[in-house]
């Protein structure tokens, strides 16, 4: 049980695009969803708090308007990176929180490299 | 500010050893610490929780150890297996529905 997926796995774009990130959490309902982006040989930095039905909560220096979060449902979130930039490449970790459970469980990350 | 310090980047050891990685926290009163694996390119996998209450838990060849007058954990790794090489991360956290804290992990490499 406790599992999450994240889709796509591996994304490429062009500069200037945009780019949709989902997390499932696929047998258990998440009230609350957190997005980290992790760089080379660096930590998982969190970027949002997202709780279904309201408004993500940022953490400072995250744009919002460039990293727009949508929790519709109790077992989805999604990321979207708009108008992409070659800095925005990273590691994106989504990870769901159950409200059973003490701990949080983390989908298989997605890379996502701009051009 | 809150600080999360993992003592090694790297740690090298012999199959069969065991192998203890420590996580130190300042600026912080966690509820919970707790330790995840990471392998290249996939996301955290959780291994340990242990809360501020407790001294030490065990789950197979894993031991984590939680002072929170030295702010202090440590996680062992006993009889280790090559299969055990991979980052281990330690994260903080409030709660269970709060954003982890992460450090920036030791990357354990046992040789055979």
Redesign the interface.
């Given at each position: 049980g406790a599992v999450?997926s994240?889709h796509p796995s591996r994304v490429i774009c062009k500069s200037g695009t945009s780019v949709k990130i989902e997390c499932r959490s696929l047998d258990f309902q998440a009230?609350?969803m957190?997005w980290y982006r992790q760089f080379p040989?660096?930590?998982?930095?969190?970027m949002a708090?997202s709780n279904e039905g309201s408004k993500a909560t940022y953490e400072q220096g995250v744009e919002k308007d460039k990293f727009l979060i949508n929790h519709a449902s109790l077992t989805l979130s999604t990321l979207t990176v708009t108008s992409a930039h070659p800095e925005d490449s990273s590691?994106y970790?989504c990870?769901a929180?159950s409200?059973g459970?003490?701990?949080?469980?983390?989908?298989?990350?997605t890379?996502l490299t701009v051009l | 500010s809150q600080k999360i310090e993992q003592n090694s980047e790297a740690l090298n050891i012999q199959e069969g050893k065991t192998a203890t990685l420590t996580c130190n926290y300042t600026n912080y009163s966690p509820a919970y610490l707790q330790w995840y694996r990471q392998d290249p390119g996939r996301g955290p996998v959780f291994l340990l929780l242990i809360r501020e209450n407790e001294k030490e838990k065990r789950k197979e060849r894993l031991k984590v150890t939680f002072d929170t007058t030295l702010k202090q954990s440590l996680f062992h790794i006993t009889a280790s297996q090559p299969a055990d090489s991979a980052t281990y991360l330690c994260a903080l956290v409030n709660s269970g529905n709060t954003p982890l804290v992460f450090g920036k992990g030791t990357r354990l490499s046992v040789i055979a």
């Open positions: 999450v994240q009230t609350t957190f040989k660096q930590s998982l930095m969190l708090t590691f970790i990870s929180y409200g459970a003490d701990t949080q469980y983390f989908g298989p990350g890379r | -």
